[in-house]
């Protein structure tokens, strides 16, 4: 197991740690650029239980820089020791300018770079990111934590009018083309011909017109739609469209729980 120590300027304090450190980031924001009167702050985070005082703990000057942030100082040399943080006492803060040894780990990227000092220049080719590296997590996080599941984005979708009409007609069974689908969504399109048969959904709907005119029938009322026209209904909550022109297209957005068609 990696065991590193640390030590103030006059030595006065000093401190070990067991074990990897977390992932270490060079801290480009005001707050760190000021407590460590440098470019920026080398930092890691580790487990509270990772961490011990070796001696001259009762050296150390405390100041809250932030809310629930807390820096602990040597009040002999003024050398920048350890972060705490009140709303998560489990960890502590390291800044690796103090350490003895190398960890084995090295330093991933940069943070909060929209604050950076003018007068420097990043050039080791590092990530760079304007404030946290994607959560603020990310910054707590410690060799012990479970690994992060690596969350990639989708590529962005996009689908003209003119291509999902293309997509169509309906699978058999279906009244609209779907054309997308994420999670609970299912995103399709109508374009209705003849009578309409539709019947209460079974989940919550939002239509954007798309194309045409049409009226729509909530069971009570009609009201004129018009291409950009909004309609939502709640699962189980009879509708239909009516009079609708032979160019008339209607995005649907099915979303949300299945409700068994039951009006709540
Ligand atoms: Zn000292
Ligand atoms: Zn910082």
Same mark, same amino acid.
């Given at each position: ?6 030590? @103030? ?19 480009? @924001? ?10 920026? $702050?080398?930092?890691?985070?580790? +487990? ?10 009762e050296l150390l000057? $405390? ?13 002999? @040399? ?9 709303? /998560?006492p489990a960890r502590?803060?390291?800044? &690796?300018?103090? &350490? ?6 090295? #330093? ?17 080719? &590092? ?26 984005? #989708? ?22 083309? #779907?054309?997308?689908?994420?999670? %609970? ?22 239509? &954007? ?27 189980? +909550? ?8 032979? /160019? ?5 957005? %099915?979303?949300?729980?299945e409700r068994g068609?039951?009006?709540?």
């Open positions: 197991m990696q065991v590193l120590t640390g030590r @103030c300027l006059c030595e006065g304090v000093a401190y070990e740690i067991r074990g990897e450190l977390g992932p270490i980031f060079n801290c480009h @924001c005001s707050n760190c650029r000021r407590w460590h009167g440098a470019a920026f $702050r080398t930092r890691a985070t580790i +487990q509270a239980s990772q961490f011990s005082w070796i001696r001259g703990e000057a $405390r100041h809250h820089s932030s809310e629930f942030v807390v820096k602990h100082f040597c009040r002999v @040399c003024g050398s920048n020791l350890i972060s705490t943080y009140d709303n /998560d502590i803060g390291i800044p &690796l300018g103090g &350490l003895d040894q190398a960890p084995t780990n090295r #330093p991933e990227g940069h943070i909060w770079v929209g604050s950076k000092a003018p007068w420097y220049e990043i050039t080791d080719g &590092l990530p760079e990111y304007e404030t946290w590296p994607g959560s603020h997590a990310k910054v707590r996080e410690t060799s012990s934590d479970p690994p992060r599941q690596v969350v990639t984005a #989708p590529p962005a979708v996009h689908v003209g009018l003119a291509e999902a009409l293309r997509k169509g007609p309906p699978p058999g069974g279906n009244l609209a083309v #779907p054309i997308f689908a994420r999670g %609970s969504l299912v995103v399709a399109l109508y374009t209705p011909e003849g009578t309409y048969p539709q019947k209460p959904h079974t989940r919550d709907e939002v239509y &954007l017109v798309a194309r045409g005119t049409a009226a729509f029938f909530d069971g009570e009322r009609r009201t004129a739609l018009e291409p950009g026209s909004f309609v939502f209904v709640a699962a189980g +909550q009879p509708h239909r469209f009516e009079d609708f022109s032979s /160019d008339f297209a209607t995005w649907v957005f %099915s979303y949300g729980p068609g039951s009006i709540p």
